[in-house]
């Protein structure tokens, strides 16, 4: 009777030796891609946020701007010490000196503000408002928003939009 395995060849011990070590590299590769793609989500989520609480920081200063209209006060008060930085919660209407203070986050709204405790989670993003007169009529916004070791920073022009309507 004859062997009918005798002439089949099977896998030596070299070919299965370079055979895990090419499903190994193909292993490691996909998980240094995933881990990749979790830094790189990461630094977009902070740079989206980051940009969002820049904008904030503009829409506070206008936002005060239109309060002091509303209330017959002058158009720049509350808004013209700020050369060195100011702070500012997104439901204040006066603008504080920069106290290099980081933001908690409510975990039930998901609002940002410097008040701790109370079911917030302390984040490490720091907001500087800085506000620069550049005529009678405008103010130079910078909004410098801080993180790790990466900053953002916008900026705009708020005007006298009350000095169209003075007789």
Request: charged residues 25%; aromatic residues 14%; hydrophobic residues 35%.
């Amino acid at each position: 009777m004859k062997n009918k395995y005798k002439n089949q060849k099977g896998f030596g011990l070299v070919e299965m030796i370079i055979a895990v070590v090419i499903v190994g590299i193909g292993i490691i590769g996909t998980f240094s891609m995933i881990s990749r793609f979790s830094e790189q989500s990461k630094i977009v989520r902070d740079s989206f946020t980051a940009s969002y609480l820049a904008q904030e920081g503009i829409e506070i200063v206008k936002n005060i701007r239109d309060s002091n209209r509303l209330n017959e006060r002058d158009w720049d008060y509350g808004l013209t010490s700020c050369y060195a930085g100011c702070e500012a919660d997104y439901d204040d209407n006066v603008l504080y000196s920069f106290d290099s203070r980081f933001f908690y986050t409510n975990n039930l709204t998901g609002y940002y503000d410097y008040v701790e405790g109370g079911g917030k989670t302390k984040t490490y993003f720091k907001r500087m408002i800085t506000l620069v007169p550049t005529a009678t009529d405008e103010i130079d916004v910078m909004v410098t928003i801080y993180w790790e070791d990466k900053s953002i920073m916008t900026r705009s022009k708020i005007y006298n939009w009350g000095i169209w309507n003075q007789e």
